[in-house]
T-cell receptor
């Protein structure tokens, strides 16, 4: 069966520090991968998605970036965190072939920027 | 860009009553409409979905209806229970993505 992992589970970082969040998927090949951010009490904001290795689509211009160095690995990064980067970061995957399939979410990383 | 509007933002019902959440979407090419439930501090999880070739789908106390002409779809929960209390998100497919609504916080009062 397929599983999706995210780490770390929680993170407290000072403003201006770098960020690296990792997401890996097991049990499937060539998944579509997604990064979302959820501010406290708010909805799901799509940040990036990838339909293949090295292919990244950005949805919201900001100080974050994403990379997909391997088929089942998706990394979210920042060189300098802002206070507004605080939130619940969720990685998700879906089977290939379009976006008309269920997305499976990881357990999330709760980021607090102080 | 493509958009999904979801109403109401909050909904409070008495245990045993029904709850209805409505969404409208803008992308006429959307053909997949999932509903996710998110409990506090947890990840969203799919509770039901519907594809554009079907007008209604039911799973025990949960049902979803779709009107493609009007670009509307709705979630119906019958005989609500306290454990149904959560945030519910609708979504519509668009290209390689799901466009999510802003969420409905459902509170079921015992």
């Amino acid at each position: 069966s397929q599983t999706i992992h995210q780490w770390p589970a929680t993170l407290v970082q000072p403003v201006g520090s770098p960020l690296s969040l990792e997401c890996t998927v097991e049990g499937t090949s060539n998944p579509n991968l997604y990064w979302y951010r959820q501010a406290a009490g708010r909805g799901l904001q799509l940040l990036f998605y990838s339909v293949g290795i090295g292919q990244i689509s950005s949805e919201v211009p900001q100080n974050l970036s994403a990379s997909r160095p391997q088929d089942r690995q998706f990394i979210l990064s920042s060189k300098k965190l802002l206070l507004s980067d605080s939130g619940f970061y969720l990685c998700a995957w879906s089977v290939q072939a379009g976006g008309d399939n269920e997305q499976f979410f990881g357990p999330g990383t709760r980021l607090t920027v102080l | 860009g493509e958009n999904v509007e979801q109403h109401p933002s909050t909904l409070s019902v008495q245990e045993g009553d029904s709850a209805v959440i409505k969404c409208t979407y803008s992308d006429s090419a959307s053909n997949y409409f999932p509903w996710y439930k998110q409990e506090l501090g947890k990840r969203p999880q799919l509770i039901i979905d519907i594809r554009s070739n079907v007008g209604e789908k039911k799973d025990q106390r949960i049902a979803v209806t779709l009107n493609k002409t009007a670009k509307h779809f709705s979630l119906h929960i019958t005989e609500t229970q306290p454990e149904d209390s959560a945030v519910y998100f609708c979504a519509a497919s668009s290209s390689y993505k799901l466009i999510f609504g802003s969420g409905t916080r459902l509170l079921v009062r015992p």
